[in-house]
């Protein structure tokens, strides 16, 4: 059992940046591919970013390709959302997710989430 939580969401301005936290305790934490996921109001939760055990594979919705980037420490058991260039359609609350495999993508299911980080850009 993995749990999750997110820091570092806030308030940003158009064409600012923020750098999202997700801290894991519990389970090996390097034994989970982890994903980025977003929801805003009256829209579906979607994938943004995905990133594989050892970080040799990540992944990106093409909505944020280019101006965020996910990585992992697998000794601190933090993973790492780095949002640059942030719109106003970035708005939303971000989770962290933990899927048990080597690799993870769009699609797939998750096991463990945790509780969310508000992101608002203006």
């Known amino acids: 059992h993995v749990q999750l939580v997110e820091s570092g969401g806030g308030l940003v301005q158009a064409g600012g940046s923020l750098k999202l936290s997700c801290a894991a305790s519990?389970?090996?934490?390097?034994?989970?591919?982890m994903g980025w996921f977003r929801q805003a109001p009256g829209k579906e939760r979607e994938g943004v970013a995905y990133?594989?055990?050892?970080?040799?594979?990540?992944l990106y919705a093409d909505s944020v390709k280019g101006r965020f980037t996910v990585y992992r420490d697998n000794v601190e058991n933090t993973l790492y959302l780095e949002m640059k260039n942030l719109k106003p359609d970035d708005t939303a609350l971000y989770y962290c997710a933990a899927r048990q495999s080597a690799y993870c993508t769009v699609g797939w299911s998750f096991d463990y989430w945790g509780q969310g980080t508000q992101v608002t850009v203006s």
């Open positions: 990133i594989s055990i050892r970080s040799t594979t990540t």
């Open positions: 519990g389970d090996t934490y390097s034994s989970y591919c």
